[in-house]
């Protein structure tokens, strides 16, 4: 079983920054890609990154240019850098892993319990 915790949401104005952490622990065999999703009100959750186990992120387009999502092999653990925040960055950010747990092709999804982030205008 893995667990995921994320930690540093919060509530900043306009224009700041915050840095998300997610740390992953648990039984498994290696974390492959890990990322960022989060979902608004009344939305459907959306991808905000993704890194690859070998460093390759992908970005969607209302954060490009804005944040930067990193990770620590060494740690298990996955962040994102948000600067330049704008009231519709306003949503649950959730962690996402994918992990294999027995053996490397023996994969499985994960979910965190989600972090609020709050955007003040």
């Known amino acids: 079983q893995v667990q995921l915790v994320e930690s540093g949401g919060g509530l900043v104005q306009v224009g700041g920054s915050l840095r998300l952490s997610c740390a992953a622990s648990?039984?498994?065999?290696?974390?492959?890609?890990m990322g960022w999703y989060r979902q608004a009100p009344g939305k459907q959750r959306e991808l905000v990154a993704v890194?690859?186990?070998?460093?390759?992120?992908t970005y969607a387009d209302s954060g490009k240019g804005r944040f930067t999502i990193s990770r620590d092999h060494a740690k298990n653990t996955v962040y994102l850098q948000m600067n330049s925040l704008k009231p519709e960055d306003t949503a649950v950010y959730y962690c996402?892993?994918?992990?294999?747990?027995?053996?490397?092709?023996?994969?499985?999804?994960?979910w965190g319990q989600g972090t609020q982030v709050t955007v003040s205008s």
């Open positions: 648990g039984s498994f065999f290696t974390i492959n890609a």
């Open positions: 890194i690859s186990s070998g460093g390759t992120t």
């Open positions: 996402n892993a994918d992990v294999s747990t027995v053996t490397y092709y023996v994969t499985r999804n994960y």
